[in-house]
């Protein structure tokens, strides 16, 4: 069975960071890409990063570029999320999701596996 397991996130103040990992199990790990997406009280579910399944290519839209970075380690089945400089506007829970596709993908359906969430809550 295909499973996704998100962790650290937290409470966090502003400016500060954490770093969220994604452990997946269950399926060939390699072949996929993995996104991370958000969803904010109120609001709709946004994607905030990809990765290949190789790691040769990432994404970030432009609310994130430049603060988040995804990186995944495939000998150890998980990616990462390493978030900088958060903002309140960062405040949501995040979910990991897998594609089969391999490449960059943005759209929600493009992923088959999704992990439970984590809270990210930051604070002023």
């Known amino acids: 069975e295909a499973q996704l397991v998100e962790s650290g996130g937290g409470l966090v103040q502003a400016g500060g960071s954490l770093r969220l990992s994604c452990a997946a199990s269950g399926f060939t790990f390699d072949d996929y890409a993995i996104g991370w997406f958000r969803r904010a009280p109120g609001k709709e579910r946004e994607g905030v990063s990809c990765?290949?399944?190789?790691?040769?290519?990432?994404y970030y839209p432009d609310s994130v570029k430049g603060r988040f970075t995804i990186s995944r380690d495939n000998a150890k089945n998980t990616v990462y999320l390493q978030m900088n400089n958060l903002k309140p506007e960062d405040t949501a829970v995040y979910y990991c999701?897998?594609?089969?596709?391999?490449?960059?993908?943005?759209?929600?359906?493009?992923?088959?596996?999704w992990g439970q969430g984590t809270q990210v809550t930051v604070f002023s």
């Open positions: 999701a897998a594609s089969p596709f391999g490449g960059i993908k943005t759209l929600e359906l493009e992923y088959d596996y």
């Open positions: 990765i290949t399944s190789s790691g040769g290519s990432t």
